[in-house]
C-alpha cells in the first residue's frame, strides 16, 4: 500500500489489517496452480481504496457488524477480477509492476484467474443478506454493461455520455459498498445521499484522472480502439476533428488538453469534498477528505 495512502488510513488500521488477514485466507488454495501469482497480483501495490472508503464510511455511519469486513472484501476481490478482465480486452502486459496474467500465461488462464475470483466473491455474497445481494449483482450487471456500451458508444464528442461512461465503468463498484453498508442500520435520509453523491462525484473524477494519467503517458490504446477520453473529446470539438479522422492526429500536442481535463477533475473533486459539508467532523470525515485530495490531486 502506497505510504501515503496507509498514513491516511491510520484511523482504520485494526481493521484493515484483520481485512489483509481475511483477504489472504479467502485465497489460499492449494488446487490453484496460479495461486502464488495471484496472491501477489492481489497484495503487491495495492492501493485498497475501496475497502478503505468502506471502513471509513461504516466509521462515519457508526456500524460495528461482523459484515462489514465482507462487504470490504466483496468490493476489492470484484474489482480486482475485473482488472484481470480488463487486460484481456486491453492486451495489457503489466499491472502494479507485475506481468499480466494473458501476458505471462494466457488470455485463457486470465479469463479462469478473473472468474475464480468472482467465484470467491459469490461464496462471500451468500454469507450475507438478500438485499445486499441483490444490490451487488446490479452494480456488477451496471459496471458489465458500462463496458459493453463503451465498445459501442464510440465515434462521439458527447462529453456528457463520456461522464456516463466513466462513472458506469468504475462508479458501481466504489458506491456498491457504501449502498450495502447503508442495509445495515436505518440512516438519516440526508446523510446517504450526501454519502452517495460525494461517491459518486469521487468515482467519475477518479476515472476522470486514470484517463488523463494514460494519455501523459502516451497511452492510446483507448483511443485506438475508438473509446476516446476527455482530453481526445476536448480536442476533437475545440478542433471541429471528426473522430474517426484520430489517427491523423496521434502527433499533436494535447498538453493543453490534458490541463482542460485536469480542471474537470478539479470540478468533480470539489463536488464530492462539498457534500462531505454536512457530515460530522470526525477523524474519519478527515481521512476521507485528505483521501480524496491526495488520490485525485493533478
Do not use: W
Amino acid at each position: 500500500m502506497d505510504e501515503r495512502i496507509k498514513k491516511i488510513a491510520l484511523p482504520i488500521e485494526k481493521n484493515l489489517k484483520v481485512f489483509e488477514e481475511k483477504l489472504n485466507d479467502c485465497l489460499i488454495d492449494n488446487s490453484n496452480p496460479f495461486n502464488n501469482h495471484l496472491k501477489d497480483f492481489m497484495f503487491q501495490n495495492a492501493k485498497r481504496l475501496r475497502a478503505i472508503f468502506v471502513f471509513l464510511f461504516a466509521k462515519i455511519l457508526n456500524l460495528k457488524d461482523e459484515i462489514i469486513f465482507d462487504i470490504a472484501l466483496l468490493s476489492e476481490i470484484i474489482h480486482n477480477a475485473s482488472l484481470i478482465h480488463d487486460d484481456i480486452i486491453d492486451d495489457s502486459t503489466k499491472r502494479r509492476n507485475l506481468e499480466t496474467f494473458n501476458s505471462k500465461y494466457s488470455s485463457k488462464i486470465a479469463v479462469l484467474e478473473g472468474d475464480l475470483l468472482l467465484a470467491i466473491a459469490l461464496e462471500i455474497l451468500s454469507k450475507t443478506s438478500l438485499e445486499i445481494i441483490k444490490i451487488y449483482s446490479k452494480r456488477i450487471k451496471n459496471t458489465i454493461l458500462g463496458e459493453i456500451n463503451q465498445n459501442i458508444l464510440n465515434n462521439t464528442n458527447d462529453i456528457n455520455l463520456y461522464i456516463e461512461k466513466s462513472f458506469n465503468k468504475t462508479g458501481n463498484l466504489f458506491v456498491v459498498g457504501l449502498e450495502a453498508l447503508f442495509t445495515l442500520k436505518e440512516q438519516n435520509e440526508p446523510i446517504k445521499e450526501n454519502l452517495l453523491e460525494f461517491m459518486k462525484n469521487y468515482s467519475i473524477a477518479f476515472q476522470i484522472k486514470n484517463d488523463v494519467s494514460d494519455i501523459k503517458s502516451k497511452n492510446f490504446y483507448d483511443a485506438k480502439q475508438k473509446n476516446y477520453t476527455l482530453p481526445f473529446l476536448l480536442f476533437f470539438i475545440e478542433k471541429k476533428i471528426n473522430p474517426l479522422d484520430f489517427e491523423k492526429y496521434l502527433s499533436s500536442d494535447f498538453n493543453e488538453y490534458i490541463l482542460k481535463s485536469e480542471k474537470y477533475i478539479e470540478k468533480y473533486k470539489n463536488k464530492a469534498l462539498y457534500h462531505l459539508n454536512e457530515i460530522e467532523n470526525s477523524i474519519y470525515k478527515k481521512s476521507l477528505i485528505e483521501l480524496t485530495n491526495y488520490t485525485l490531486r493533478s
